[in-house]
């Protein structure tokens, strides 16, 4: 495989995408296309149909087929927005076909796929990305500077949400066979923000999955989960809700809570509530675009070898987290 295209600054990442997902049309193929350092070269689609729509609009080339997009020479990355449940066997093709991979997240279904996927990036010497946009805004390194600086006192608890309103019938996010649930679906959210905001020494004391019997996945979840020195996070999610996306951390002098925690659009202006005993206040932060930061960051990885955010031993730990959740909950049926 040919080197990024180009010489100096003015090289580019040459991305093919392998799949037609919404959040690929809605905000991720967008970014690409509007960031200098990279470049779609081709969208591929088990629907000729399909691929032409998304290239009509962002560029490139369609092509029908994900095997045939990964045969080609002109590309140095690609983009993976498939459903989780065919994240590792399709990362895994193209990262021993040398190919630089950014993959939806979550990066897999269980720490042993992650594992694999890992393994093999490493040995091909190429990046593995796992595309989880929210980590890229600026609120929440806002959100920690407040916390290190006391503003709410010793840290006891932390709570988040993330939970829309039911999905289609048909939707891939309602197939057991291609990872769907809402665990790894909406669940991931809140708990890679614990993750962030406690430390990675988090253990799962107890969870709750709702299971839709029909259906044959998770529709909605609760964990509660607690750091070695008893911080608790407590955390919902799911598929059958009212939109709900925010976070909170309570303090022994104060409490901080962040609403769009995870999705806001790069022109909002998020506000920050900070509480404290007989004073509320707002803090308004600068807008930020996450789904351009997470190009970015992919693409100062490929050009100039910058390690993304999440390393090797983050992107284990988070898939293990999962994998002890769903290892100690209870389903309700």
Same mark, same amino acid.
């Given at each position: @495989? ?6 100096? $600054? ?80 399709? *990362? ?19 720490? *042993?796929?992650?594992?694999? @996927? ?25 959100? /920690? ?118 999705? $806001?659009?790069?022109?909002?202006? $998020? ?28 693409? *100062? ?5 910058? $390690? ?24 309700? /049926?």
């Amino acid at each position: @495989m040919s080197g990024p295209s180009g010489n100096g $600054p003015e090289r580019t990442v040459r991305v093919g995408v392998l799949g037609c997902a919404d959040i690929a049309w809605r905000r991720v193929l967008p970014a690409i296309a509007a960031e200098p350092r990279t470049r779609l070269v081709a969208v591929a689609s088990r629907d000729a149909a399909k691929a032409r729509r998304f290239t009509e609009r962002f560029g490139g080339e369609p092509v029908e087929g994900y095997d045939r997009l990964l045969d080609r020479g002109d590309l140095d990355a690609v983009y993976i927005p498939l459903p989780t449940g065919l994240h590792a066997a399709w *990362a895994v093709r193209a990262l021993r076909s040398g190919l630089h991979v950014l993959v939806e997240k979550p990066l897999a279904t269980s720490r *042993a796929e992650a594992a694999v @996927m890992l393994d093999t990036a490493r040995a091909h010497g190429v990046w593995l990305m796992e595309n989880f946009m929210f980590l890229h805004h600026g609120q929440h390194e806002e959100v /920690r500077r407040l916390v290190a600086a006391g503003e709410i006192g010793a840290l006891r608890s932390f709570s988040a949400v993330f939970g829309i309103p039911p999905l289609p019938a048909g939707n891939v996010r309602h197939r057991a066979d291609l990872g769907g649930g809402a665990l790894l679906d909406v669940g991931v959210y809140p708990l890679r923000a614990a993750r962030l905001l406690l430390g990675p020494e988090l253990d799962p004391v107890g969870a709750v999955l709702r299971v839709d019997v029909g259906l044959g996945v998770d529709v909605a979840g609760h964990v509660l989960l607690t750091t070695p020195d008893g911080v608790t996070a407590e955390l919902s999610f799911g598929f059958e809700h009212a939109y709900r996306c925010s976070y909170a951390l309570w303090g022994g002098r104060g409490r901080i809570v962040l609403d769009r925690a995870f999705t $806001p659009p790069p022109t909002l202006r $998020p506000v920050l509530r900070l509480e404290q005993q007989d004073l509320v206040r707002e803090i308004t932060l600068a807008a930020d675009d996450q789904y351009g930061a997470v190009v970015r960051s992919f693409a *100062a990885a490929v050009l100039d070898g910058v $390690p993304p955010r999440d390393r090797e031993e983050d992107l284990l730990g988070m898939s293990d987290l999962v994998d002890r959740v769903r290892a100690c909950a209870r389903e309700i /049926r």
